[in-house]
């Protein structure tokens, strides 16, 4: 079964902390995402890559970084957490051709929450 | 007027009956579409791709009118485990690698 692995499920920062969260996938998929989802905004695109160590800004990358060092592997940053970074963060993957082309595999998601 | 609407529900629905409910679009060049349905606290989850007039799966069936730029969902015999969030995503044409989504229909199905 392919499969979205994200490292953290919950967690919980404080204001000012460094977060890192983790996205790996055993697909060879040469796309991946970062999203978060908020009640009543639905899906926004933080950042995604297209191939290892590329990436691009989505709609809402302020306060965000990430990193590909690996095609399977795909890291999202969160320099200094602020309280409006609280969310659920989804992990997502897809390959550029091909069938399955434009189908989305997601991680199950890691809610963080910032106090 | 968002690029990917959706009616956000709740479609409260008896056990058994059917339910549609539809997804407008406002690029008339996009070409593919993709039903999600999404369980609470969960991740989305393939349910079905549409590239030409629409598509069916057992009790699920999908339908493309281009003319009127939307995608419908039809779920018949409806069980309590279709419960969920129904999402529709549009690939970007102009920006590759990208998907638009509605912000989800709401279902419940009740005994």
């Known amino acids: 079964d392919v499969k979205v692995t994200q490292s953290s499920r919950y967690l919980v920062k404080r204001t000012g902390e460094k977060v890192f969260l983790e996205c790996v996938q055993d697909?060879?998929?040469?796309?991946m995402f970062w999203y978060r989802q908020d009640p009543g905004l639905g899906l926004r695109l933080i950042y995604f890559?297209?191939?290892?160590?590329?990436?691009e800004k989505g709609d809402i990358p302020e306060g965000y970084s990430v990193s590909r060092e690996k095609k399977e592997r795909f890291s999202l940053i969160l320099e200094s957490a602020s309280t409006n970074q609280t969310s659920m963060y989804l992990c997502?993957?897809?390959?550029?051709?091909?069938?399955?082309?434009?189908?989305?595999?997601f991680g199950a998601g890691s809610r963080l929450t910032v106090l | 007027r968002k690029e990917v609407e959706q009616d956000p529900g709740p479609f409260n629905v008896p056990e058994g009956a059917t339910v549609a409910f539809n997804c407008t679009y406002s690029?008339?060049?996009?070409?593919?579409f993709f039903w999600y349905r999404q369980d609470c606290r969960k991740e989305p989850k393939l349910l079905m791709s549409?590239?030409?007039s629409g598509n069916e799966d057992g009790r699920f069936t999908a339908q493309l009118n281009r003319a009127s730029q939307y995608i419908s969902l039809l779920i018949r015999d409806s069980k309590l485990s279709d419960s969920a969030t129904y999402l529709c995503?549009?690939?970007?044409?102009?920006?590759?690698?990208?998907?638009?989504f509605g912000a989800g229909t709401q279902v419940v199905v009740t005994p």
């Open positions: 690029n008339s060049a996009s070409q593919s």
């Open positions: 995503v549009v690939p970007l044409t102009d920006s590759w690698g990208k998907f638009q």
């Open positions: 697909m060879d998929h040469e796309n």
């Open positions: 549409v590239y030409s």
């Open positions: 997502a993957s897809s390959p550029s051709g091909g069938v399955g082309a434009n189908v989305l595999t």
């Open positions: 890559s297209y191939d290892v160590k590329m990436k």
